[in-house]
């Protein structure tokens, strides 16, 4: 016996190693051919993140209405080509400024500057990542700590699922490729790496691959059906017209609507069929006698429990991306049917429905793959644990 669970083990890790190679090569390859078309942009280097050194000046101004302040600064750039540098740039406290800027920049902050074909120093924004990448070190550490070995691959298949995302699928959308096709492989890609890589290639798996796959399915045909009825323009906001202009190869926006969704929705969806997928296998373990209809029963009603909070989870998630347009035409007055009637809000609500018709159609199809999966008799050459293969002897 300890013979075969060393053979298992390797197994098990070669199989392992096997996916995580699968992968890069895809990240790597899929990126060469993203970015083939894509123009190189001799300006990317323009915007430099320095430290502020010291105030400079502080100029004060008055009028009837109003008092305000022009401060000018003294920083150093730490990245990029230009490090090491002196940069001299100026803050005002005035109007609107405040609206977006709570306070003026202070000795020691990090902040984004831009420089002018002139040769000045614009002032963009603060630097804000090292706040998230802290926070998300902080989630790393304790994902690990409590999940070890789950917590790590978890944090491994969303990296993988990141970069496929920003290393393949947006310099594929850059470089004019089809943002259909583009979106469908890496929706595939991210439910196989993450599934796979998580709980291993197994029937668990492999079930809950099928009803992920199934349930995107439904969405993305889903969308493309309601976006042709309804006529969608793509631009759902006023930035979304500079992406016909912004690029050399032209960009469909209806596309970037349909991409938005199913990649908007894969993560509920693969959610709704992992948890199914490893709840009947627990019942397959524990009553080894069940039957095909056993198992589709219960998956059924297993699933009927998580659609509720799955769902939920979808539509007020889209509520919350676009609360703050829907608050800002309230407040204008406008009617609740113009604000239901304009594109953004219907781009919103068509994703929330299409991710809970896909959610709701994974639920069934996984349930009925691992009723036939789980009750299929196998014999195994190899040893392994319950949570993989039933032992026939």
């Given amino acids: 016996m300890k013979v075969l669970d060393e053979k298992n083990n390797l197994v098990k890790a070669i199989i392992y190693v096997l ?123 304790l994902l690990i700590i409590f999940g070890r070995t789950k917590g790590f691959n978890s944090i491994l298949s969303l990296g993988l699922t990141g970069t496929a995302i920003f290393a393949v699928f947006i310099p594929s959308i850059m470089s004019g490729m089809n943002i259909y096709i583009s979106s469908i492989v890496v929706c595939v890609y991210s439910i196989v790496t993450t599934i796979f890589i998580i709980n291993g290639v197994n029937r668990k798996s492999i079930a809950a691959v099928t009803g ?27 930035d979304s017209i500079h992406l016909i202009t912004l690029f050399d190869n032209p960009i469909d926006l209806n596309a970037i609507i349909f991409a938005s969704i199913i990649i908007g929705a894969t993560g509920a969806i693969m959610d709704m069929s992992i948890s199914i997928s490893s709840a009947l296998w627990e019942v397959k373990t524990q009553a080894p006698n069940s039957s095909f209809g056993d198992i589709f029963k219960s998956g059924i009603n297993i699933g009927k429990d998580i659609l509720g909070s799955s769902i939920n989870t979808l539509v007020l998630a889209y509520i919350g991306s676009s609360l703050t347009v829907i608050l800002i035409l309230l407040g204008w007055g406008v009617s609740l049917f113009r604000v239901l009637n304009r594109e953004l809000v219907i781009v919103e609500l068509l994703q929330a429905i299409t991710g809970s018709f896909g959610i709701f159609f994974a639920m069934p199809l996984t349930a009925l793959v691992c009723a036939a999966l789980y009750t299929q008799k196998q014999k195994r050459i190899i040893y392994d644990d319950p949570d993989y293969w039933d032992i026939i002897k």
């Avoid at 083939?36 to 000046?57: K, P, T, W």
């Avoid at 995107?216 to 793509?234: C, D, F, K, Q």
């Fill in 212 to 238: 992920c796959l199934g349930g995107v399915l439904v969405a993305g045909i889903l969308t493309l059906i309601m976006n042709a009825s309804m006529e969608l323009t793509g631009i759902t906001q006023t």
């Fill in 19 to 141: 996916i995580l190679i699968l992968s890069l090569v895809f990240l790597y390859v899929g990126n060469q051919i993203a970015v083939r078309g894509m123009a190189n942009d001799d300006d990317i280097s323009q915007f430099y993140e320095a430290v502020v050194r010291q105030i400079l000046h502080i100029e004060e101004h008055s009028s009837r209405s109003e008092e305000w302040h022009t401060i000018r600064f003294e920083a150093e750039i730490v990245r990029g080509v230009r490090r090491g540098e002196t940069a001299i740039f100026t803050q005002s406290t005035r109007g609107h400024f405040l609206e977006r800027f709570p306070r003026v920049a202070q000795e020691g902050d990090r902040v984004m500057l831009g420089l002018t074909e002139h040769g000045t120093w614009n002032f963009i924004d603060y630097v804000r990542i090292y706040h998230i990448m802290i926070l998300g070190g902080v989630f790393v550490v």
